[in-house]
């Protein structure tokens, strides 16, 4: 469960203030909210995403990064499980706006967050190109990405479920294709 405190103050205090902390926050319209716990699964799913852009990326092209990097949505700062952006950037800065991929392991506690409150804060992000909600009780993902046809290049309303290990998830924006056998690799195996 996320915890709701009276802890306010503004961007930039709080971006000091959180590298202080040790535990996980995010900023929400000027209230630091502090995150749950994670579980093995969820912190597994994290690194196999993160081990699988690595390896089909070029370096040189692309920063990978865990839940250490902040993405700045204006009225609030998240830390995504994953994140995927360009290179460049300031080296020393806590936050980005420019992410193009970013992955949210589900928890139970943060359904209604990574469904319906995150997508279209994240969604806004005009270097966005996908964000994809992966399951840890069963081989499934939920990918929303950019539609390719029109000049204003909308994400699809819905996300698209990808289900099952022989299942893969296409990201054409940085030309990788990830099967879900890797990422799901040696779990709910009986």
Known sequence: MNARFDLTMDKPTFLRWVQEQD???????GRAIMQQ????DHGRLAARFIHLFIMGLDAGNWNVMGADLAVDLGDQIRYPDVLVERVGGVGKAH????????????SPSSVATDFKIKPPHYMALPSLEAYIVASQDEPQCWVWQRQNGTAERPFATDPALIL?????????????SIPLADIYHGMFEA
């Not at 535990?23 to 319209?29: A, I, P, Q, S």
């Not at 716990?37 to 093995?40: E, F, G, L, N, Q």
């Open 23 to 29: 535990r996980r926050y995010d900023w929400v319209k």
């Open 37 to 40: 716990m994670t579980t093995r």
């Open 95 to 106: 936050e980005t706006n420019r992410p193009v991929v970013l992955v949210e392991v589900l």
């Open 164 to 176: 099952g290990r022989d299942a893969r998830i296409d990201l054409a924006a940085i030309g990788i």
